[in-house]
């Protein structure tokens, strides 16, 4: 894991077998970069309480995901697999690439 300071935020980055899990959803990919943005407002990220997560403070708040190389995404009986995938939490959106 790397992290890093940047404008307005932070940016965490994740290279090597990397799996996210919440709920019944869990997120394995070969590189995943979450960027952080510094806000007064406390929103659940996902991933809280996991090591990345400690340290952070409560201010901060997921802006968006990238998960890339051999992505998939799994929730119950459903299956999504893709070269690339961005989440924004500012829309709630996936856009997903092959």
């Known amino acids: 894991m790397i992290a890093r300071n940047i404008p307005d935020g932070r940016e965490f ?3 090597g077998d990397v799996k996210m899990k919440q709920g019944d959803t869990t997120l394995t990919c070969d590189h ?14 996902w991933g809280s309480g996991n090591k990345f997560r400690e340290g952070m403070e409560n201010g901060s708040q997921i802006k968006c995901i990238t998960a890339s190389g051999n992505v998939m995404i799994v ?15 500012a829309t709630d959106t996936i856009t997903i690439m092959e």
């Open 32 to 45: 995943l970069v979450i960027v952080y943005s510094e806000s007064t407002k406390t929103g659940t990220a």
């Open 75 to 89: 929730q119950k009986e459903r299956t999504t697999v893709a070269g690339k995938i961005i989440y924004d939490n």
């Open 13 to 15: 980055a994740f290279d």
